[in-house]
C-alpha cells in the first residue's frame, strides 16, 4: 500500500515515539466511525504495521441513534476491514436507554458506551493499545469547553496524547493536515450528519466559537495549544505532589478511602482540592458529574467547629466525617437489607452466612470455667436466660445496659463512643433473648446476663469465622 504525505507521516511517526506510544508487536485495536479522521489513522497505521510489526484490529460502535444511516457506516467500516485485511469488531449499544438510565448528555452517554466496549475488548483479546483518532484541534475545542464550563488544570490540561493504554497519534496535527492526508492518499470516508447539530456544545464550540476567536488571533489555536502543554505540565507535577501526599495519608479499600480532617486541613489549598477529588475518584473510580462546587462543599464543611456533615455526589458516592477523619465511599457499602433473626444452636454452633460468621455455644459449670478476656467470647449466666436465642443485626431503637454500667444506653451512642465506623455498624452481630440485646458481639455484653458469685451454670459463647 503506497501512501504519499512525507510530511504528514513524519509529523505523526515523532509524536508516537516523542510519547513512546508504541512498541515492537503491539496489539492495536483502532477506533474507526468511518469518518475521515479515524480512517486517515487505520491507514496510517496499516502503513506503518510493518515497522513496528503491529497487529492490528478495528473497533466500530453502532450507538443506535442514527438509524439506517449508522447502519451504513456499519457497513463502510466493514468493508474497509476486509480491504486491508483487518480483523474488524462491529459492536452495538443502545446509547439513548444509557442516556435515559444514567442522566448522561447525548454526547457523555456516546462517550460512555464507546470506552466500555473498549476496555472490555481490551481484556478479552489482549490489547496492548487502543489508538484514537483525537487531533489538535479536537484539543482546542475541548479545551474552550471545559474553559465555559469551569474546570481547574486538570481539565484545562484536555487530552492527554497517552492515557493508560489509550494512545491518540494525531494528536499534534490539524483537522487541515488530515484533511490534506486524505485528498492525498483518495481515501474514502463517512459523513456524520450530527456533527452538524448544534444543540451539541461541541459543534456550537467549532461553528461559532472558534472563528469568533480567529476573527480577534488568526493564531489564536497556536496560543491555545502552548498554553494546554504548559497546564499539562504543571499539572502533571502538581499530581506527582498529590499522589506522594495520599500515599502517605490516605487509608484505601474496596470503594472507600478514610484521611484525616487535619492532615487535609494542612496542606496548601491547591493540595486540598487534588486530595479531595483524588479520594472522590479512588471511591467512584472516575470523576464523571463532580464539580467544582461539589468539591468546594466539602472544603467549606471542614471548617465549621466541630466538623460532622454527609454529603452525596453524583454516581453514588458519599462523604461523611467518622471523628477525625474524613470517609469517601461508594454508597452500596452502606446498602443492603438487616439480618433477619436467626435462632441459635444451644449448645452448638450456628452458622450465620450473611455476615461470614459462625456462633459457637456450650453450657459448663460456673466453678469449671475458665474467663477469657477476649471479645470474641461471651460468658452469660445461663439460668438468667430464656430457651431461645436470636442472632440479628441492629435495628431502630436498640439499647442495653452495657456490661459495667447501671443504666440503659442506646445502641447507636454505644457504637459512638466505641468508634465503631459507621460502615461496619450495620455488619455487627447481635445476641439477643426475647428481642432483648443479651450481647453485642465482639464488644460487651448487658450486664444483666452477666456471671455473678451466684452464678451455676455458664453459657459460653464464641464468635467464630465461618468455616469454608
Known sequence: MQLIGAWFFDRVLTTIKKYHMLDMGDSVLVAVSGGPDSVALLYFLKHIEPLYNLRLRIFHLNHEIRGAEADKDAEFVAALAARLDIPAMLESYDVPALMERERLSLEEAAREARYRLM????????????ALAHHADDQVETFLM????????????AMQPVRGIYIRPFIDVSKEDILGYIRDNELAYRVDASNEDLSILRNRVRSDLVPLLASYNPQFKGSILKTIEIVREDQSHLSELTDGVFDLLAEVGDGIVRIQIQAVEAQP???KRRLIRKCIKWAKADLRGIEFKHVEAILDAL???????ELELPGGVIVFTEYEHLVFARKQLFEGPPLKPVRLIVPGITPVEPLGIEIETQYHNAGDIVFEGDGDVAHLDADKLPEELEIRTRKPGDFFVPFGMMGEKKLQDFFVDEKVPRRQRDK??????????????GFRIDERFR??????????????????
Open 451 to 468: 456471671v455473678t458469685a451466684q452464678t451455676k451454670r455458664v453459657l459460653v459463647l464464641r464468635l467464630k469465622p465461618q468455616r469454608r
Open 119 to 130: 476496555d472490555r475488548l481490551a481484556v478479552e483479546l489482549k490489547i496492548d493499545r487502543i
Open 428 to 441: 455487627v452481630p447481635i445476641v439477643t433473648a426475647n428481642d432483648h440485646i443479651v450481647w453485642v458481639v
Open 303 to 309: 471548617q465549621n467547629v466541630p466538623v460532622r456533615f
Open 269 to 271: 489549598v491547591s493540595l
Open 146 to 157: 471545559r474553559l465555559i464550563r469551569g474546570a481547574g488544570l486538570e481539565g484545562l490540561a
